[in-house]
């Protein structure tokens, strides 16, 4: 009896997964990172210039695959999760140490799998598919500004492949903690096909041309999905991970695929090694102030002069103290700046926001220029409540980014023209006294017809 109940037993799911990444027609290198596992498959889309996009994605597959292991359910999302704050973190201290970095950003989108569930995660553009019963759907919804547009019903699936902003991604990896992660729990059967992409493919064709190709051997699906982008310019990196869950016993290797492939970002001896951050020097012994005094002022006659020395040692010496650790802060305050709203523009101020009788312990170091109103409304409420603040490096850091941000909307803006009100007559209005008398009234049964206002236009910013 046993016996049939353990043969009874659900089936034991698994992955059968190949990979592969390439650059495409356009791009002169590989920024897109892949890795896949029986547990585990990820695609990263890296961005911020050739010096910078293969580091980015390098850094999030990377971290990414440290978590992959045995987790199940919602363990499955806070893993996920967590691997995602650390490589924003890890993507931080990289622009802090390297300037030139400043910019740098990556998608990720794929899953984990327990065997009953697959645990999805996404930032950015990149896409997670399920091919189930003959039907593709997204497990994932873009973070850009076109699918802004499409959701709003403004522009159609294939106007988004063409539109001007295409590439304008609302949420990156980039060392900001407000581009949080989608997650979310999928049950999984056997016979779902999986495809997990960077836009290279996505970006190129409509879901359709996807769904159409999707039947059939993995390998041979691979190269119609490739084909189907080649002839529609492959302009950007291409990067496909296919996988089929059947039951059986898992198997396979973790792979790497693209720039995480290429870059050997913990070795050492590479030139592509990830920085790591310097440590500050210790800071030479500072002289006690009272044992220099204790030896100055030393006694030569005990009797005579104790009572000074207690006096000195009881008064001066905390005061001194005092003045030393007083000037000591101050020094340090005119070390910090901050970023805050001043006239309508965004300013850096040297020193902290507070006073100390009446006394302003900042100045004016910047004018940058920014003007308050071209920000998102998040940014704008961030620098309003002085959210950007630290060393002089970390400041002009937030100032670059709040420049992009800011040239960014306004050239949003620009596409985006408010509708203009159609003036309509008032019916209750008196007739004009010299309107001349041939003109033949309206009669009372007739009503003007009024034009259906138009929607106003989105700020896409706000």
Same mark, same amino acid.
């Given at each position: 009896?046993?016996?049939?109940?353990?043969?009874?037993?659900?089936?034991?799911?698994?992955?059968?997964?190949?990979?592969?990444?390439?650059?495409?027609?356009?791009?002169?290198?590989?920024?897109?990172?892949?890795?896949?596992?029986?547990?585990?498959?990820?695609?990263?889309?890296?961005?911020?210039?050739?010096?910078?996009?293969?580091?980015?994605?390098?850094?999030?597959?990377?971290?990414?695959?440290?978590?992959?292991?045995?987790?199940?359910?919602?363990?499955?999302?806070?893993?996920?999760?967590?691997?995602?704050?650390?490589?924003?973190?890890?993507?931080?201290?990289?622009?802090?140490?390297?300037?030139?970095?400043?910019?740098?950003?990556?998608?990720?989108?794929?899953?984990?799998?327990?065997?009953?569930?697959?645990?999805?995660?996404?930032?950015?553009?990149?896409?997670?598919?399920?091919?189930?019963?003959?039907?593709?759907?997204?497990?994932?919804?873009?973070?850009?500004?076109?699918?802004?547009?499409?959701?709003?019903?403004?522009?159609?699936?294939?106007?988004?492949?063409?539109?001007?902003?295409?590439?304008?991604?609302?949420?990156?990896?980039?060392?900001?903690?407000?581009?949080?992660?989608?997650?979310?729990?999928?049950?999984?059967?056997?016979?779902?096909?999986?495809?997990?992409?960077?836009?290279?493919?996505?970006?190129?064709?409509?879901?359709?041309?996807?769904?159409?190709?999707?039947?059939?051997?993995?390998?041979?699906?691979?190269?119609?999905?490739?084909?189907?982008?080649?002839?529609?310019?492959?302009?950007?990196?291409?990067?496909?991970?296919?996988?089929?869950?059947?039951?059986?016993?898992?198997?396979?290797?973790?792979?790497?695929?693209?720039?995480?492939?290429?870059?050997?970002?913990?070795?050492?001896?590479?030139?592509?090694?990830?920085?790591?951050?310097?440590?500050?020097?210790?800071?030479?012994?500072?002289?006690?102030?009272?044992?220099?005094?204790?030896?100055?002022?030393?006694?030569?006659?005990?009797?005579?002069?104790?009572?000074?020395?207690?006096?000195?040692?009881?008064?001066?010496?905390?005061?001194?103290?005092?003045?030393?650790?007083?000037?000591?802060?101050?020094?340090?305050?005119?070390?910090?700046?901050?970023?805050?709203?001043?006239?309508?523009?965004?300013?850096?101020?040297?020193?902290? &926001? /507070? *006073?100390?009788?009446?006394? %302003?312990?900042? $100045?004016?170091? #910047?004018?940058?220029?920014?003007?308050?109103?071209?920000? +998102?409304?998040?940014?704008?409420?961030?620098?309003?409540?002085?959210?950007?603040?630290?060393?002089?490096?970390?400041?002009?850091?937030?100032?670059?980014?709040?420049?992009?941000?800011?040239?960014?909307?306004?050239?949003?803006?620009?596409?985006?023209?408010?509708?203009?009100?159609?003036?309509?007559?008032?019916?209750?209005?008196?007739?004009?006294?010299?309107?001349? &008398? /041939? *003109?033949?009234?309206?009669? %009372?049964?007739? $009503?003007?017809? #009024?034009?259906?206002?138009?929607?106003?236009?989105?700020? +896409?910013?706000?």
């Amino acid at each position: 009896m046993a016996e049939n109940e353990t043969s009874a037993k659900t089936p034991q799911l698994a992955l059968r997964y190949i990979g592969h990444s390439e650059i495409g027609l356009v791009r002169k290198n590989n920024q897109d990172s892949a890795y896949a596992s029986p547990t585990m498959l990820l695609v990263a889309d890296g961005m911020g210039g050739a010096a910078a996009g293969d580091l980015a994605s390098a850094v999030v597959v990377r971290e990414m695959a440290r978590i992959d292991g045995k987790h199940t359910g919602e363990e499955m999302l806070q893993a996920l999760s967590t691997a995602v704050d650390r490589a924003s973190d890890t993507i931080s201290e990289l622009v802090e140490s390297d300037p030139s970095l400043d910019g740098m950003g990556s998608t990720a989108s794929g899953l984990m799998f327990d065997g009953e569930q697959f645990g999805i995660v996404n930032v950015g553009d990149s896409r997670v598919y399920l091919y189930r019963d003959q039907q593709l759907t997204r497990l994932t919804h873009d973070h850009s500004f076109v699918q802004t547009l499409v959701d709003d019903g403004r522009i159609s699936e294939e106007e988004s492949l063409s539109h001007p902003h295409r590439s304008l991604i609302l949420k990156v990896i980039n060392g900001q903690p407000q581009h949080t992660p989608d997650l979310k729990l999928v049950s999984a059967r056997a016979g779902d096909r999986l495809l997990i992409c960077s836009d290279g493919l996505c970006g190129m064709i409509t879901d359709p041309i996807i769904e159409q190709q999707l039947p059939g051997e993995k390998e041979a699906v691979v190269e119609r999905l490739l084909k189907a982008v080649y002839d529609e310019g492959a302009q950007d990196n291409i990067t496909i991970l296919l996988a089929d869950v059947v039951d059986g016993e898992a198997e396979g290797s973790e792979e790497l695929f693209g720039a995480a492939a290429n870059l050997r970002v913990d070795a050492p001896e590479t030139t592509n090694e990830i920085p790591l951050l310097e440590e500050e020097p210790l800071a030479e012994p500072r002289p006690d102030p009272a044992a220099a005094e204790r030896i100055r002022y030393s006694p030569t006659s005990k009797h005579r002069i104790s009572t000074w020395l207690k006096l000195f040692l009881a008064i001066i010496i905390p005061v001194g103290l005092l003045a030393a650790g007083g000037l000591g802060w101050y020094a340090y305050t005119q070390q910090q700046y901050y970023l805050t709203a001043k006239d309508g523009r965004v300013t850096v101020f040297r020193g902290v &926001p /507070e *006073t100390v009788l009446s006394i %302003p312990l900042s $100045s004016i170091d #910047t004018d940058t220029g920014i003007d308050i109103s071209d920000l +998102p409304s998040y940014y704008r409420e961030q620098v309003t409540r002085m959210q950007y603040t630290g060393s002089k490096t970390s400041v002009d850091n937030a100032v670059t980014m709040l420049r992009n941000e800011a040239t960014t909307c306004k050239a949003l803006r620009e596409q985006v023209v408010p509708a203009q009100p159609v003036a309509t007559p008032d019916p209750t209005e008196s007739p004009d006294p010299l309107e001349s &008398p /041939e *003109t033949t009234p309206t009669p %009372p049964s007739a $009503s003007p017809t #009024t034009p259906e206002p138009e929607p106003p236009a989105l700020d +896409p910013c706000e």
